[in-house]
Nanobody, 124 residues
Framework: QVQLVESGGGLVQAGGSLRLSCAAS????????AGWFRQVPGKEREFVAA????????YFADSVKGRFTVSRDNAKNMVYLEMNSLKPEDTAVYYC?????????????????WGQGTQVTVSS
């Protein structure tokens, strides 16, 4: 049974940093690409970042480029999203997702499993 559990969300002031973690179980680390998405009430879930199974390639939404980094530790079956220079508009529920085959990492329909999400709130 595949399970993804996000952690690390919270309340932070604008300009601050947070590190989100995604613990994966029930699947082999080398078998999946991972992505981070976020959603605010009333809006569609949007792409934030993605990383290939070996960590060689990473992709970012334009809105977070230069501020966020994505990484993974396959030995621990963990994926991370480091968020710096946070802005109030980054406030959202952040979701981790995995895809076994992905051609369009920014497309949420490519992902097979999702976590429950973790709330990130950035105050101004």
């Amino acid at each position: 049974q595949v399970q993804l559990v996000e952690s690390g969300g919270g309340l932070v002031q604008a300009g601050g940093s947070l590190r989100l973690s995604c613990a994966a179980s029930g699947l082999t680390a080398s078998s999946y690409a991972a992505g981070w998405f976020r959603q605010v009430p009333g809006k569609e879930r949007e792409f934030v970042a993605a990383i290939t199974w070996n960590g060689r390639y990473a992709y970012f939404a334009d809105s977070v480029k230069g501020r966020f980094t994505v990484s993974r530790d396959n030995a621990k079956n963990m994926v991370y999203l480091e968020m710096n220079s946070l802005k109030p508009e980054d406030t959202a529920v952040y979701y981790c997702a995995v895809a076994f085959t992905v051609r369009r990492p920014m497309d949420r329909d490519e992902y097979n499993y999702w976590g429950q999400g973790t709330q990130v709130t950035v105050s101004s």
